[in-house]
């Protein structure tokens, strides 16, 4: 079964630049999307597609996809998005990532 | 605003079948381009798909836990159904209901899911 890795947590200072990496094999030849969890609160899609924001998503998120690694970017990242950002691809079934808390300090 | 809403018990004796059911609030369940589906949360760890249908009835379920579930469409009522049967407390977690939405990508050649609406979640504790 495919596997997606997510580092466990990314810190960073208030309005630095977050990086979440996603890696599966050859994972560019999928469509990654990507979700926000923030506590007690359902996901939400973020980017979809590898680097599209849905409607009333900030532009500070996007994404990448090439090679080995997804990447989901936060520019100028706020107090409001402290959250669990988990990467998801479809291979014959929903795959998830493990999940990436993200602190801002 | 398209909206989802799980309902069903807090409690399921171990051995037993969890029942779960999402009502979408308006529009129609039966579009081709949605599938409609499940996935879980247990307590402090990370998501779980469980699976999804189409209104025609097509089905795709994760693999390991393919053998206990049953999701299933009443486009009558707007609703959408789950069954697991002999649970464990292992299956304790939050359910959540979400629409699947269905792209195909004529570059790749290949359909890919992701959820763009999700409910809220359900509390799902498995315990005598």
């Known amino acids: 079964s495919y596997e997606l890795t997510q580092p466990l947590s990314v810190s960073l200072a208030l309005g630095q630049t977050a990086r979440i990496t996603c890696g599966g094999n050859?994972?560019?030849?999928?469509?990654v999307h990507w979700y926000q969890q923030k506590p007690g609160q359902a996901p939400l899609l973020v980017i979809f597609r590898d680097d599209i924001r849905p409607s009333g998503i900030p532009e500070r998120f996007s994404g990448s996809n090439s090679g080995n690694t997804a990447t989901l970017t936060i520019s100028g990242a706020q107090a409001g998005d402290e959250a669990d950002y988990y990467c998801q691809v479809w291979d014959n079934s929903v795959v998830f990532g493990g999940g990436t808390k993200l602190t801002v300090l | 605003q398209l909206q989802l809403q799980e309902s069903g018990p807090g409690l399921v004796q171990p051995s037993e079948t969890l029942s779960l059911t999402c009502t979408v609030s308006s529009g129609s369940i039966s579009s081709s381009y949605y599938y409609w589906g499940w996935i879980r949360q247990p307590p402090g760890k990370g998501l779980e798909w469980v699976g999804s249908?189409?209104?025609?009835?097509?089905?795709y379920y994760n693999p390991s836990l393919k053998s206990r579930v049953t999701i299933s469409i009443d486009t009558s009522k707007r609703q959408f159904s789950l069954k697991l049967s002999s649970v464990t407390a292992a299956d304790t977690a939050v359910y959540y209901c979400a629409r699947h939405q269905r792209e195909y990508s004529s570059s790749r050649y290949y359909y890919y899911y992701y959820m763009d609406v999700w409910g809220k979640g359900t509390t799902v504790t498995v315990s005598s």
């Open positions: 249908m189409y209104y025609s009835g097509s089905t």
């Open positions: 050859n994972i560019g030849s999928k469509y």
